[in-house]
């Protein structure tokens, strides 16, 4: 039985979590892709149009690009423009984060009959897995749509008939479509609650209200069909989904984009979603209610997404735990069962597990997390690079900075690139991870790839993956393009290649210790490697004296044995 | 109904009040087909690739404790770790592999002896299962298979199957301890000797004492609970706890019964607790399972099967189960060394649940119950065809793998062989210190006894400053050199397939005295010494070249002159 809560405690709980959100999405945090997005939603507003082919690259210059989150790049255009930079695209975000970690929280509240402060706890649990999610990419906006989706169809089964009210998720399915393709996964999981409920509703013994049940699968089936129907209204087509799932059939992508990978535990994020996952399955496991259908698929399907992938976790976090909350608490109230009746043995709804818990305990448990988010969060943010570089600048724009670490990117290169280091005609080969900010910061040299991996599937992206390897025959990889000069880094492997090869030369380094990882800090140490066939011995003089580091005593000694530094 | 028929009538999953009752000699022929099935199953996994890192070092051992007659001490096989002390934890296994090599005929025996080691757990996992009345036979048979499927990657001569067939003993023993609540004196007497042979075979038993805490725990706990409202099944659960608690003290007492007593423990909190391997390529089965892959999707298959009959199941859980399940899942997870673990544990807790998962299943979908009553009628008749398919398919593929050979089955073209005959023949002074690649050390720690190795895969002996230097050494940093200048190797062996072989490739300082293959990229390995270029080397380099035409290749000379 809900018993009604105590306003004022709910509200402190719904601040305390919301300011975790924000203290958490301050972390370093970069997205390698934001860069690329901010330039496409600049010339998305200029030519008024959404851009069709790839004209970014040299390597696949000309050739289709879907760019599913098109309406999100010119979001954060006009916000960064608007918002002085990344500190307004930092506001943003934490907004975004924090509604949606609100809606989150409520259900979870309203599925634990009010027992707010273990609701409070669930959704702190939640968090953690989900910050891994805390960029500033469209991913943002696909999880407060599913958040509110889960939120509608969950509230379709608690009260009345607001079946009307769900096709209000048409709308935001045609919004959500041109904000990012996990638009997608929202219809899926309609279809599979609506199917759930039909196999309940038709073929289930011992389902109660089989009529409703009924009812309910037929409606959502039907918004389901309005949903996707309506994710077709974007600039692509059906041209969107064909990408989708280009994306996720593509093995090799899967296998090396480090966030399409699987999550190991032997960090913390991976234990932090394993807690959550085991919760999750306790609830359905001792659940006092039977599962219905719908929701048991539900949590099998996400939870093999994101053990399948990195990326899946924040949806796994907020769907799959609003899912199976309902489930968690009635087992906790059949443990625990709190009463309103003070004569009663069972626990009082004034304790910690009630509706309305004593307000010291409230303020403690608010305050308490929050600190130690904000603690942590500064831990993180004061051993960053980015941090400790700057020291005068406002705190505001010194942590939206630091969150998306411009220094993880090559910015010292790129102004020595700027300022004529190599003719603009000159080719460039660079890596995956930096090819999203030379997009931005170095528009007048194509790049050869960057994170939009689906615009470089097949050879493009095979034949990169290759070189990571390090093959005895990456010459003739490297033929195959031809490229005039390379921009990588010491920790890519790629960087020894053209190191020990005779036909490159090495004129630029941020520091000269190549083996420093201070990457880890969230730096990079840029090169730069010439074709030594492309300029002469002279002409390499010169653009080796506008980086001592290359040309200093100490380098040279103890990088002798390799032929780019001769 | 469903449920207490089951337990009489065998194989019935799905019965409704038409049901039909087999005969005991039908169910009886079923066990004995899905038990034939399950066996050349073992002998099929067994029968596939798989490399044997350890398996040199652990002869070489072997011989050497049958010789000396005593268990060694310290590290002899290197030159970075000479004098290091070892706790060979294993010591039991490697005697009997030396012996069956001696006196089984050397590979084959060694294969024969893993084969029927791997038969032996998955006959003992059916059995035990078949052994509880209320898991049908067909649930028994896909649970024992699942479990042989996690165990797959590791039904390869190693003291881990040995664990493996102590852990279902054990299991068996104690759940029959469970049941009866009460310990039965031959019992008792068989589980002590199992965790004594335990303990000398191989350093994991206490995974089973970890178990039987859970069991403690979870007993403990519905003891407490139901003291209030039954004290008969109070008194049952509060027995059964001590009566858990007494096997895990009596396990972990008999387990120091080895030649190095206490440091057993040692060795194995020292190898779960390295936070370094995990993080490592080289000893994948220390990572994390990974989910693109077909044992990352088998593990995740039994995961969510147990996850499903927890969940639909009618049987009461038991605290301990759960608690016992859970633990062995978050460990499979973590390490996949510790999938056949839970395969074989987690088959055996869950079995139990199982029928009634299943029996729930069909009462509550309606076509489910219409296809349970259609598949009922001929029931024994589809679970002998279908056992007798996938034992032909298991016939043909050991067949395929027999004219194949061991060189398949243990993947001998991995192996240096080639390479250490050659340093043989030409006579390399042992003097020169030998830098290796870590999964072939073992190899040469047998091949080459006169040459100490840098590494080898018992890892545990090289934890610390060798260990790190050679994981640095994998990032391929571009100063590697200073790395070296501790140890100052002068003769190298690795592969073509070692991110390290590059290094030396490309070293002026380093001559590449001999290659065994072209220098190429695909799963074939070439196998490639080089020797530090020196005065004193200098004709040692000239007669090894001379007597190896490959190295003067031309895809050698073009990669060389072209760096």
């Known amino acids: 039985m809900d018993t009604k809560p105590n306003r004022l405690s709910l509200g402190i709980l719904m601040l305390g979590i919301v300011l975790v959100v924000v203290a958490l999405s301050c972390s370093p945090n970069p997205s390698t892709d934001l860069y690329w997005q901010l330039r496409t939603g600049r010339e998305i507003l200029q030519r008024h149009a959404a851009p069709h082919v790839d004209t970014y690259s040299w390597t696949r210059h000309g050739s289709p690009w879907i760019a599913h989150e098109w309406l999100a790049c010119v979001v954060f255009w006009l916000v960064y423009k608007a918002g002085h930079g990344f500190a307004g695209l930092l506001v943003f975000k934490a907004i975004l984060l924090a509604i949606t970690v609100a809606i989150f929280h409520f259900s979870i509240t309203r599925s634990s009959g009010y027992k707010l402060v273990p609701a409070y706890l669930l959704t702190l649990c939640a968090s953690y897995p989900l910050s891994i999610g805390f960029q500033a990419r469209p991913q943002i906006f696909t999880y407060l749509f599913v958040t509110i989706t889960a939120f509608a169809v969950l509230s379709l089964r608690n009260a009345g008939d607001t079946r009307k009210r769900l096709w209000g998720l048409v709308p935001l399915y045609i919004l959500w479509a041109n904000l990012h393709s996990g638009v997608y996964l929202g219809v899926f999981l309609l279809f599979v609650w609506s199917v759930g409920d039909l196999i309940d509703g038709y073929f289930g013994r011992n389902t109660v209200s089989r009529e409703e049940v009924k009812k309910q699968g037929v409606t959502l089936l039907c918004i389901t069909a309005a949903c996707f129907l309506g994710t077709l209204i974007n600039p692509y087509g059906v041209l969107e989904i064909a990408n989708l799932l280009q994306t996720v059939l593509n093995q090799n992508a899967m296998n090396a984009v480090s966030e399409w990978t699987s999550p190991t535990l032997h960090g913390a994020g991976g234990i932090n979603f394993a807690v959550i996952a085991g919760f999750c399955v306790i609830g359905m496991i001792y659940a006092r209610n039977r599962a219905r259908t719908a929701d048991f698929i539900i949590v099998a399907v996400l939870l093999h997404f994101a053990l399948y992938s990195l990326r899946n976790i924040p949806v796994f976090a907020l769907v799959g735990v609003m899912t199976a909350a309902p489930y968690l608490f009635s087992w906790m109230t059949d443990l625990l069962p709190v009463s309103t009746d003070s004569d009663s043995q069972s626990i009082s709804h004034r304790s910690i597990l009630g509706s309305n818990p004593r307000m010291a305990i409230v303020f403690i448990g608010a305050s308490g997390f929050l600190c130690i988010s904000i603690m942590s969060t500064s831990v993180n943010l004061m051993t960053n690079l980015d941090w400790l570089a700057r020291s005068t600048e406002p705190v505001l724009q010194r942590v939206s900075e630091t969150n998306v670490q411009i220094s993880s990117n090559p910015v010292q290169a790129v102004a020595s690139l700027n300022s004529g280091l190599v003719p603009d005609s000159w080719k460039m080969y660079n890596g995956y991870g930096s090819g999203g900010f030379l997009i931005w910061a170095l528009p007048g040299h194509p790049v050869s790839i960057d994170g939009r991996a689906d615009v470089y599937f097949g050879e493009a992206l095979d034949d990169y993956l290759t070189l990571n390897q390090w093959p005895y025959n990456w010459k003739q990889i490297v033929a195959k393009q031809n490229p005039d000069f390379v921009l990588t880094a010491p920790n890519q492997r790629q960087a020894r290649l053209y190191m020990s090869s005779a036909d490159w030369a090495l004129v630029y380094v941020d520091t000269p210790d190549l083996d420093n990882p201070f990457w880890t800090m969230g730096g990079y140490n840029a090169m730069i490697f010439v074709r030594r066939s492309d300029v002469s011995k002279a002409k390499l003089a010169v653009m080796r004296q506008r980086c001592p580091a290359v040309l200093s005593k100490d380098f040279l000694t103890v990088y002798k044995w390799y032929p780019a530094v001769r | ?563």
């Open chain 2, 1 to 563: 109904m469903i449920g207490p028929h089951l337990a009489k009538s065998g194989i019935h999953v799905i019965q409704s009040s038409g049901m039909v009752k087999t005969g005991k000699s039908t169910v009886g022929s079923s066990k004995v087909v899905m038990g034939v099935c399950l066996f050349l199953y073992a002998l099929w996994i067994c029968a596939q690739p798989h490399t044997v890192p350890d398996l040199w070092w652990q002869l070489r051992i072997g011989d050497g404790i049958r010789e000396a007659h005593r268990i060694p001490r310290h590290d002899v096989f290197s030159w970075s770790c000479y004098g290091h002390p070892l706790v060979l934890h294993e010591w039991g296994s490697c005697l009997i592999f030396a012996e069956c090599y001696r006196h089984l005929g050397k590979l084959s025996g060694i294969w024969m002896l893993g084969a029927a080691v791997a038969g032996l757990i998955l006959e003992g996992l059916y059995l035990l299962l078949l052994k509880n009345k209320t898991t049908p036979p067909v649930i028994a048979f896909f649970l024992a298979l699942m479990a042989g499927r996690l165990c797959a990657e590791f039904f390869t001569p190693r003291p881990h199957l040995f664990t493996f067939l102590c852990l279902i003993a054990s299991l068996g023993i104690l759940n029959s301890f469970r049941v009866n609540s009460k310990v039965s004196p031959f019992g008792f007497l068989g589980l002590i000797l199992i965790q004594i042979l335990w303990a000398n075979l191989h350093a994991a038993a206490p995974v089973f004492v970890a178990i039987c805490l859970c069991f403690a725990v979870g007993d403990g706990l519905h003891g407490l609970i139901e003291a209030g409202k039954n004290k008969e099944l109070s008194r049952v659960y509060l027995k059964n706890c001590i009566i858990e608690l007494f096997c895990a003290v009596a396990s972990l007492a008999a387990m120091m019964v080895n030649p190095y007593g206490l440091g057993i423990y040692r060795i194995f909190l020292d190898t779960v607790s390295n936070k370094v391997l995990p993080t490592t390529s080289m000893a994948a089965e220390w990572q994390s399972a990974d989910f693109h892959d077909s044992y990352g999707r088998a593990l995740e298959a039994f995961v969510f099967l147990i996850g499903f009959i927890l969940t639909a199941t009618r049987k009461k859980h038991n605290i301990g189960d759960v608690l016992a399940l859970g633990l062995l899942i978050l460990s499979a997870f973590y390490a996949v060394r510790n999938g056949p673990i839970l395969g074989l544990a987690g088959s055996l807790i869950a079995a139990p649940y199982a029928a009634g998962a299943f029996a729930r299943l069909s009462e509550r979908y309606l076509p489910l119950e219409a296809l349970g009553k259609l598949l009922s009628k001929r029931q024994t008749l589809y679970t002998q065809a279908i056992a007798l398919s996938v034992s032909l398919v298991f016939l043909v593929g050991l067949f395929q793998a027999w004219n194949a050979g061991l060189d398949r089955a243990f993947m001998l073209q991995s192996v240096p062989e080639s390479a250490c005959a050659f340093i043989k023949k030409e006579k390399i002074p042992t003097s020169l210190k030998l830098y290796n690649e870590y999964n072939t050390g073992s190899y040469l720690i047998w091949r080459l006894p006169n040459y100490p190795v840098f590494i080898s895969t018992e890892a545990f002996v090289y934890f610390g400053p060798v260990f790190n230097t050679y994981l640095q050494m994998n990032q391929i940093p571009f100063d590697w050199r200073s790395l070296m200048v501790r140890y100052n190797p002068q003769m190298v062996l690795m592969g073509t397939d070692d991110i390290q072989a590059h290094l030396f490739l490309e070293a002026p300082d380093w001559a590449l005295v001999y290659a065994d293959g072209p220098l190429s990229d695909t799963d074939q390995s070439t196998n490639l010494i080089f020797i530090k270029r020196s005065a004193g080397t200098k004709d040692l380099i000239s007669r090894c070249r001379a007597d190896c035409p490959e190295v003067g290749s031309t895809d050698f000379k073009e990669y060389l002159s072209a760096r």
